[in-house]
């Protein structure tokens, strides 16, 4: 039995908790594809690739630091055949974790974030078993492994996806929240690295598989007793009822708590509409009593869709991508020529000692991305910076021509919220692409040390950049366009994304192996990220002047909002 909304709100706690952990474990795991990667080549997949002749190295399953014991299986070899095969699995399912936030969002807004939510745990727990099953037979059954990435993939991003609805239960707490759901997400590329420390310790890989998937049923459970059929509703979608006190008039807000005072005769027409519904502790939009005047639909789509800022963000975020799942998915290939230097057939020594490194930095790496749950609310904290000062969108202009005739009235200026935003924005994406330029530098150097540090500068970007552009769009964009165009920038980036599989095959063919013309190439076209942020320097200084030519007119409130600039929603809309 799904629960009703005023249920789930009594259990938004447990909710919120549960989706962090859930996040850890089951969203992004894909991300921590370096550990998996040795995983995989230690159980013999796609092993059969390989020759004699093009052989790299040999692997068996358990401790790769241990010599191999008498009773253990037979060594799988190893080759860069075997390691394409395996990468390519990876795009693929790194590539429906980006791709299917577009229809996701679609369907969420259909039928809610509940089936979907039991849909991608079920088709985690399904890719956990596929993967545990392949391991018996690697020989006949390794081509599983595209079907169960793409599964793993996609279930991850539907938990991740419909976790974001929920800070919509905290009121003033839902930033915070949020970066919280956006921090688990990036730091589930932890997952495998503990993955493989179990592993290491003797457990069998398809035990811990056929756990994971039993792990994964419970959040099916979870979601299924706890999570209600009805959408979470947004903020302002929330109805506000009055309570008559002796201080004045207030409206107390049922879902935040938070207050609002204002005149009597300001609020006086929405409190004289009344709703039966209004005793409720939750109320549908159709229900509502306040319902706004809403403009938003004035604005189409394709306006938004074609304007600069998002046509902008679109570099920006398909350059980063690219960028990012490309080390993801090559990190182990990099750290081995680091060992080596390059060398196709090294010694037996030298061979292990590239195992043992690259095992060892891999789960430093997968460690590290626990950064994200510190660095995502650093950089919520950046998008909401001064948003206390800002005028409340609720403020008429009526209000403020009564506040600067009342003598008491403080007269401090107040800043505009959507500059404000915009502005947060513009710094937050600076400072994200400065430590993406720092990555880019850091990755050139032939240095095993300097590498810790282009993995933190690595986490910071990945728990940065989404956060960065999901605040972009919603201070810019209608909120009945948020949903659809950060959907299209997934799909458009996820898309781009692809080309980091022919990157990999140059790096390990061509290159043999050595990434620095890649990381160089990357680097420079890195800079492309910083259009965006120079674009939104100037688009504010133009609000800024449309502002002061507006407060020194005369025009009615309807007059100024009849103009819809760059498909965005005027100031006093936002």
Known sequence: ??????????????????????????????????????????????????????????SWGGDLSSAQPPLAPPAWLSCVDQEEMLNLGFTIGSFLLSAATLPLGILMDRFGPRPLRLLGSALFALSCSMIAASAYDPPVLSALIFLALSLNGFGGICLTFTSLTLPNMFGNLSSTLMSLMIGSYASSAVTFPGI??????????????????????????????????????????????????????????????????????????????????????????????????????AIPFRRSVFSPIFLWSLI??????????????????????????????????????????????????GTLQLLCLVSCPLIGYMMDWKMKECEEPLRT???????????????????????????????????????????????????????????ILHTMVRGFIHSCCGGLYAAVYPSNHFGTLTGLQSLISALFALFQQLLFIAMVGPLHGDPFWINLSLLLFSLAGFLLPGYLYFHCRNLVKE??????????EEALRGHHSNGQLPNSDT
């Not at 502002?547 to 009615?556: F, I, L, P, R, V």
């Open 547 to 556: 502002m002061q030519a507006k407060d020194g007119t005369n025009q009615s």
């Open 316 to 365: 920006t975020m398909a350059m980063t991508q690219i960028r990012i799942i490309f080390y993801m998915g090559s990190m182990n290939k990099m750290l081995e020529f680091l060992v080596t230097g390059g060398q196709e057939h090294p010694s037996e020594e030298r061979a292990k000692e590239a195992e043992e490194t690259v095992g060892f930095y891999a789960s430093v790496f």
């Open 196 to 297: 493989k420390l179990i592993y290491d310790a003797g457990v069998p890989f398809t035990v811990i598989m056929f756990v994971w998937s039993s792990l994964a049923c419970l959040v099916f459970l979870n979601c299924f007793l706890n999570w209600p059929v009805e959408s979470f509703p947004a903020p302002q979608e929330i109805n506000y009822v009055k309570k008559i006190k002796l201080s004045g008039l207030a409206l107390d807000h049922k879902l935040t708590g938070d207050r609002f005072h204002s005149h009597v005769s300001t609020v006086g027409l929405r409190l004289s509409q009344k709703s039966p519904a209004e005793s409720k502790e939750f109320i549908s939009s159709e229900e509502r009593v306040d319902k706004p005047a809403d403009n938003t639909h």
């Open 397 to 455: 202009r009526g209000e403020k021509d009564k506040e600067s005739s009342d003598p008491n009235a403080n007269q401090k200026p107040r800043r505009d919220k959507k500059i404000q935003k915009i502005t947060n924005a513009m710094r937050s994406f600076t400072f994200t692409n400065m430590l993406l330029v720092g990555f880019g530098i850091t990755s050139l150097i032939n240095n095993l040390p300097i590498q810790i540090v282009s993995f």
């Open 1 to 58: 039995m799904a629960p009703s909304l005023s249920q789930a709100y009594r259990r938004r706690w447990w909710m919120a908790v549960t989706a962090v952990i859930e996040n850890l474990l089951f969203s992004a795991v894909l991300l921590g594809w370096g550990s998996l990667l040795i995983m995989l080549k230690n159980e013999g997949f796609y092993s059969h690739l390989c020759t004699e002749e093009n052989v790299t190295n040999q």
